[in-house]
């Protein structure tokens, strides 16, 4: 099985607050994106293709092997991920997701996800369990339930599918955000995209190490992780 690999790194890093693109970021002397190329690759990814932002082009081609395809991104992670999955090559039976802002996901959550689209999964997400008490509030902040966390899970990336149904369900999204059927600020991931075209979605063991570097405190603590 062939598998093609997708970095999403064409966002700001608003909440990061750093003074260049997060993806740019260093931690423990390299970007953040070079880190999530590296894992996908080592997973068994046979090539990679970045979505960057449009004016961080040189940036990026500056600090990534000359093998890595760059496409310009999108204003939403979405539109970013579409971009990319246009210019991926059709040869790939899969497609794998990833954040650059989950650099320090172990090898072997890639090799997971590989494992379950080659035993025949449509798609797959590693997970994690909610390890706190989960509540539902109010406007006011006021709760009004508690989850039954045992049935919540924390869905990282990379994310999983064979290569026909991502590209089928992103036509499909299309048409269904111009007959406005899906309120697109709900496609927070792919594994989204996929399941408001229908397909089913499996799961198989995150690991704490692919957290999202998301405010400065995860970058502190992914810089104390990279350098153990
Ligand atoms: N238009 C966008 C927005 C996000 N991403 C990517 O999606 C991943 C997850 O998004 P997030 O962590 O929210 O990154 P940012 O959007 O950059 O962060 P923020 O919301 O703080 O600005 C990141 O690797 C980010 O680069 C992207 O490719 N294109
Ligand atoms: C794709 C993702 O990392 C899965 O957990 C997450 O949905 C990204 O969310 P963000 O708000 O774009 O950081």
Redesign the pocket.
Known sequence: MSAVGIVAAAGSGSRLGADKPKALVELAGRPLVSWAVDTLLAGGVDEVVVAVPAAERDAFAAVLPGSVALVDGGAT?TASVRAALSAAGPHADAVLVH?AARPLTPPDVVARVLAALAAGVPAVVPVLPVVDTTVVVDAAGTVTEAVPRAVLRR???PQGFDRAVLVAAYAALDDALVDALVDAAAL??DAAVVRAAGVPVTTVAGDERAA?V?VPHDLHLAALQATR
């Open positions: 992670r954040d869905v990282q990336t927070t991931d999202k998301t």
